[in-house]
């Protein structure tokens, strides 16, 4: 999920794939949160990143709810 680990991993001689998923925020919204569930390391990102996150979260998830 951060752009760091893609560069790392290309530097690196492998290969990294990046995922955009697109269409409507209501139909993306379950894919979305069962992908959040299984990635839970995501979440334990630093402290400093924690915040942006969370505020990055609820813009995703209020557009959906206010659309």
């Not at 894919?31 to 969370?54: F, H, I, K, T």
Request: cysteine-free; proline content about 6%; overall charge positive.
């Amino acid at each position: 999920m951060a752009d760091d680990l893609t560069l790392t991993l290309g530097l690196a001689g492998f290969n990294a794939h990046k995922l955009v998923p697109y269409g409507q925020p209501a139909q993306l919204l379950p894919w979305l949160l069962r992908r959040l569930d299984e990635n839970r390391d995501a979440l334990a990102a630093s402290a400093d990143e924690r915040p942006l996150l969370r505020a990055e979260l609820r813009r995703r998830v209020g557009s959906v709810f206010n659309s």
